[in-house]
């Protein structure tokens, strides 16, 4: 065998060698790309059961008030016969479940057997969740003021007992604020709110004739 010959017969040994290294290599590299998918995977599906049993748990509303015509009455009544250049009206928490007796709704969620309570800190929203799942849902608010209407702004949302993610309750907030303008169309007609107070089971609104 010549000195060239042997030279490339090593040559081909050496790539032969660095072939099986990089096989080898790239075998490892697609072990472990299946395991840490695998491992992902496991780690999601209990993720997924967590979550969802969280947002099945039961979560005890309060004590439950039915609606009645009478109650929707006199709060159409309290509204709209003001007669004066100022005003000042009580709206109970009662009255609140009583318009809201239809339920909240938009495309992607609907709420059933709406109940309000009314705290000196915050307004309580209590439902059932029917879309796009089952669930105790608790909503808590903070009446404010907003070209003078009364604007809910939703601080947190609970469904079973899993707080969700704030960028989700600007859809459930503007449900409650679409069938609150709906309900107080009476008063905002002649009237704007400028101020809003909270006290046990009733809210307090104030304000005066429109361009006075």
């Known amino acids: 065998m010549t ?54 748990k039961v979560n005890l509303s309060i004590r439950s008030v039915y609606p009645t015509e009478t109650t929707k009455e006199n709060f159409n009544k309290k509204l709209t016969d003001i007669g004066s250049p100022t005003f000042s009206v009580v709206v109970t928490a009662d009255e609140l479940t009583n318009i809201a007796s239809s339920g909240l709704k938009n495309l992607t969620f609907e709420i059933q057997n709406i109940q309000f309570e009314i705290t000196e800190k915050n307004v309580i929203t ?21 070209a003078g209407k009364i604007f809910f702004q939703a601080k947190q949302v609970t469904a079973g007992k899993l707080v969700l993610p704030r960028f989700l309750n600007s859809e459930i907030e503007k449900a409650i604020n679409n069938l609150m303008d709906e309900n107080f169309q009476g008063l ?25």
């Not at 040559?11 to 998918?37: G, H, P, W």
């Not at 029917?130 to 907003?146: F, G, R």
């Not at 905002?188 to 006075?212: F, P, R």
């Open 3 to 56: 000195e060239n010959q042997e030279d490339e017969s090593a040559e081909k040994a050496f790539y032969s060698e660095l072939d099986k290294k990089n096989i080898k290599r790239s075998c490892c590299t697609c072990q472990t790309m299946v395991i840490f998918f695998a491992i992902l995977l496991i780690l999601l599906i209990i993720l997924t059961v967590y979550l969802y049993r969280e947002i099945k």
């Open 126 to 146: 209590y439902g059932r969740l029917t879309k796009p799942l089952k669930s105790d849902i608790q909503i808590e608010s903070l009446p404010k003021i907003a």
């Open 188 to 212: 905002y007609k002649n009237y704007q709110v400028e101020n809003v107070s909270l006290e046990n089971n009733q809210m307090i609104i104030s304000g005066k004739l429109k361009n006075m």
